[in-house]
């Protein structure tokens, strides 16, 4: 196999140039030539190159002694040397010149060989100084970079962290007021009972008092405002809901970031300190060509931005709602207060527009008494005077009876006969006028028997109306709750 070899390419290592005459060591010669060939001109070999492959070729092709024995032979058989008195004469091997050119293509290598050597140390020199130079230059931007790194992610992170601080207490601040809200939605609960409790309690009303008053539209009226009441805080409060979580998220992302930035801080605040003389330095062959990067400078600040830029817009929203939840409250608060005052208005006015009518019937029911009174002792002496007129009717028709017994002519039309005669039309005509009278009388008192009972029976319902009102809802009403607890307060 033929072995080749290469040039190098540095501007101190050129090639050895080729000498006139190819002159071995003369030690080489003594020792390395003189049993393996016999004395032959070599007039072939001086013009062999430079390059050391032609040497491999030689050696490569004299594995053992055998082939050199074979062309010993035949070296030996063509020439035959001379005798040994004539070799000085015959055979000398080279001239002075040439010893002396030998000796100046020598001492040239020589100067050279040291001046390409002188050249490669202070070439080398200046370049481990270049290097070293370079090495320190490119080291200290590295740690450079990374303090401005180090100081970005300190930038950050006081940013993440004064945001994240705002956002656990707008967070803070939401729970509260959304605890307020459920509160007050809580204590709405009570009113709407009440004010349900009162339709139902007015429901047990009689007769005529049944009756859909003023009372009863504000109590439904007021029904209707708890309930809307109730739906704006249900809906406030899923809002509510809804933001605490879009801020519990908000805050776990600015709390991972401010996690990976810390991480990240110590890690090049470590690699920032660290020297050529620090501890755990080591070598991590093919590092450099692990790229398990996910950003850029740009995508990086952005990503923290983007965080920062949703939280404050959570939180911009989170204190928008919570004024209005306060809003919400104070106005919800004010609108059942006015209408619960509206209704206790509404029951004070009827409550006394209930206790007048019975006032006024108890004032009538005693006149219909007095009144049922005189009229049966009215009757009484109607009858009495009836039985009085009787009597006189009794004697009238007995005097008349009588006279009808007269003899004869005694049957005489005198002015008795007339007399008798009128004094019973008239004493009859009495006794019919009275008749009739009692029973006017007597109508007069069924009458007022039954306005009496009309009058006992509404004044009972007025009772019972008066004892709903009064008694049952208004002291119902007296437990409404304080405005304090309506806008979520204990």
């Known amino acids: ?18 000498p006139a005459n190819f002159l071995p060591a003369i030690s080489a010669m003594a020792s ?19 390059r050391p492959s032609t040497y491999y070729k030689a050696a490569s092709n004299s ?27 015959l055979f000398t091997r080279y001239t002075p010149d040439d010893w002396y050119r030998s000796n100046l293509t020598n001492f040239q290598e020589s100067n050279t060989s ?57 967070t803070n601040e939401l729970t509260d007021v959304k605890k307020k809200l459920e509160r007050a939605l809580m204590e709405t609960e009570a009113p709407l009972q009440v004010a349900r409790e009162c339709l139902f309690h007015r429901e047990k009303r009689m007769g005529i008092d049944l009756v859909h008053d003023e009372v009863e539209t504000e109590l439904l009226t007021e029904v209707d405002i708890i309930l809307c009441c109730q739906e704006r805080m249900k809906l406030h409060l899923d809002k509510a809901i809804a933001q605490l979580a879009a801020n519990r998220a908000s805050q776990h992302e600015l709390e991972k970031d401010l996690s990976d930035k810390q991480a990240a801080c110590r890690i090049d605040d470590k690699c920032h300190h660290l020297r050529n003389t620090s501890d755990g330095v080591s070598y991590f062959r093919g590092v450099e060509r692990v790229d398990a990067m996910v950003s850029v400078p740009e995508s990086w600040a952005k990503f923290t931005h ?50 007048d009518a019975k006032n006024k019937i108890q004032i009538h029911l005693a006149k219909t008494l007095q009144e ?19 009597a006189f009717l009794k004697v009238a028709q007995t005097r008349l009876d009588e006279r009808t017994r007269r003899p004869n002519i005694e049957l005489c039309r005198d002015m008795a006969q007339l007399r008798l005669v009128n004094e019973v039309y008239e004493v009859d005509d009495t006794i019919q006028t009275l008749q009739q009278r009692l029973r006017d009388a007597e109508d007069t ?44 307060f204990c």
């Open 1 to 18: 196999m033929e072995l080749l070899g290469s040039t190098l390419a540095a501007t101190y290592a050129h090639p050895r140039p080729t």
């Open 32 to 50: 390395s030539y003189r049993d393996c060939f016999p004395h032959c001109n070599l007039t072939h070999s001086l013009s062999l190159p430079w």
């Open 63 to 89: 594995p053992a002694l055998d082939p050199y024995c074979t062309r010993s032979q035949r070296v030996s058989e063509s020439t035959m040397l001379p005798f040994v008195s004539n070799r000085t004469t």
């Open 114 to 170: 040291r001046h390409n050597s002188e050249r490669l140390r202070v070439d080398t020199s200046r370049l481990i100084q270049d290097k070293y130079q370079q090495m320190r230059k490119t080291q200290a931007d590295s740690t450079h970079n990374l303090g401005e790194r180090v100081n970005d992610i300190g930038f950050w992170k006081s940013e993440i962290t004064h945001e994240l601080d705002a956002m656990i207490g707008e």
């Open 306 to 355: 983007d965080n920062i830029l949703r939280s404050q817009s959570e939180r911009a929203a989170s204190a928008k709602l919570r004024d209005d939840i306060r809003n919400l409250l104070v106005v919800t608060a004010n609108e059942m207060w006015n209408q619960f005052n509206k209704v206790n208005l509404a029951f004070t006015s009827r409550v006394a527009e209930t206790a």
């Open 372 to 390: 049922i009174f005189q009229t049966e002792m009215t009757i009484e002496s109607i009858k009495k005077a009836i039985k009085d007129k009787s």
């Open 445 to 488: 008192l069924q009458s007022l028997v039954h306005t009496k009972a009309t009058l006992e029976h509404d004044l009972a319902v007025k009772a019972n109306s008066l004892y709903i009102d009064q008694e049952k809802c208004m002291s119902m009403r007296r437990s409404f709750p304080s405005t304090r607890r309506l806008v979520g």
